[in-house]
């Protein structure tokens, strides 16, 4: 027989043949194994950053669900101007913050799940934020706290190169940097869990681009990037932990927002 070729098997890939090849009966969660962590882990001694809380930042303009789909769209020129902390917080909400945490291992968010799993960490490259220092920083969500893990030298002329050239995304006052923990969702969905890990992230993408109409800001999803780069920028060993998703989000000018 030939070979499988690549597009042959990227198209299996998008289907859910695989469902029906799997015991669940064998998954962890079946096996009784208590679900991880819906949050990394953190030092305690690390330097947190503490967020607006929920519904008291300011600045966040009301904005219809009709005219946010319609109006949405990518954006890859930004003005310059920073964002401020209540904004910051409100995308950070909007994302990946919770509703609802259910026990140690499950939660609700803002955004859809398969099985509530949210496989996702939120990472931020801050350039211009005020009151922040420029660096890498990762979303708590349990605390809605920022955790400032580290500064990094010319993060600019870095994070365009692991982007693959794209200098817009250097130009921008965050970057928000999606990673994966696949094991959360491979706890429960096995061999199934990473087209749902995919589609999570679609999810929480578009949260993004919604929220950024509410405070006159743009952003563009981005999937095209160097993957040993990225991993290697947020310091995360690339296995068990690994970047799926980015957008940068900016200020635009009043025509576009």
């Not at 006052?173 to 679609?202: L, Q, S």
């Not at 780069?229 to 000018?253: H, N, S």
Request: net charge negative; aromatic share 10%.
């Amino acid at each position: 027989m030939p070979e499988e070729s690549s597009i042959e098997r990227g198209r299996y890939f998008l289907k859910d043949t695989v469902r029906r090849k799997i015991d669940f009966s064998q998954v962890d969660q079946h096996r009784g194994i208590r679900p991880p962590p819906i949050e990394k882990p953190f030092r305690k001694d690390g330097e947190l950053v503490d967020l607006v809380s929920v519904g008291d930042w300011n600045g966040i303009t009301a904005v219809s669900v009709e005219s946010a789909i319609q109006y949405r769209e990518s954006q890859r020129s930004f003005t310059g101007d920073p964002l401020t902390l209540d904004e910051l917080s409100f995308l950070l909400w909007a994302t990946q913050g919770i509703r609802q945490q259910l026990d140690a291992g499950t939660a609700l968010r803002t955004v859809p799940s398969a099985g509530a799993r949210h496989a996702f960490e939120t990472y931020l490259c801050i350039f211009q934020v005020t009151g922040l220092e420029p660096g890498f920083y990762r979303y708590l969500p349990v605390e809605h706290k920022l955790l400032q893990e580290f500064q990094e030298d010319h993060a600019a002329a870095k994070i365009t190169a692991a982007t693959l050239g794209q200098s817009f995304v250097a130009g921008a006052a965050v970057v928000f940097i999606w990673t994966t923990i696949p094991y959360r969702m491979e706890w429960r969905y096995g061999a199934a869990a990473h087209k749902t890990i995919a589609i999570d992230a679609g999810h929480v993408c578009q949260n993004l681009y919604l929220a950024c109409k509410a405070i006159g800001a743009g952003t563009c999803a981005v999937a095209a990037y160097h993957q040993d780069l990225m991993d290697q920028l947020l310091r995360i060993d690339g296995t068990d932990e690994f970047v799926i998703y980015l957008a940068p989000v900016g200020k635009v000018p009043p025509g576009k927002r």
